[in-house]
């Protein structure tokens, strides 16, 4: 059974860095996406970062240049890197996988994804 767990949230001040990580288990794809997302209060789960397992790339606008996402295959860890972080990134962030990558049309969408992690919360102060 897949299980990804997230670590790293916390609270920062503007202009601030932090680094997510997501530690999987139990993924037995040959090819795979996993990607990030993020819920603040009364809004929608939003697609942020995803990459396959061939190393593609894809960022939601709101955060291209300024988040970073990779991953350690070794350590079957998944990063996302937070950078200049902005009050409007404040939320809770989840880390998402699937089998095969993702599909080519469209963004980062919740429903393209099968296994959720349970959240770590970021939170940043002007």
């Known amino acids: 059974q897949v299980q990804l767990v997230e670590s790293g949230g916390g609270s920062v001040q503007s202009g601030g860095s932090l680094r997510l990580s997501c530690a999987a288990s139990?993924?037995?794809?040959?090819?795979?996406?996993m990607g990030w997302f993020r819920q603040a209060p009364g809004k929608e789960r939003e697609g942020v970062a995803a990459i396959d397992s061939d190393g593609s790339t894809f960022y939601a606008d709101s955060v291209k240049g300024r988040f970073t996402i990779s991953q350690d295959n070794a350590k079957n860890t998944l990063y996302l890197q937070m950078n200049s972080l902005k009050p409007e990134d404040t939320a809770m962030y989840y880390c998402?996988?699937?089998?095969?990558?993702?599909?080519?049309?469209?963004?980062?969408?919740?429903?393209?994804?099968?296994?959720w992690g349970q959240g770590t919360q970021v939170t940043v102060s002007s």
């Open positions: 139990g993924y037995t794809y040959s090819s795979y996406c």
């Open positions: 998402a996988a699937r089998g095969g990558f993702k599909p080519p049309y469209g963004g980062i969408i919740q429903a393209d994804f099968d296994y």
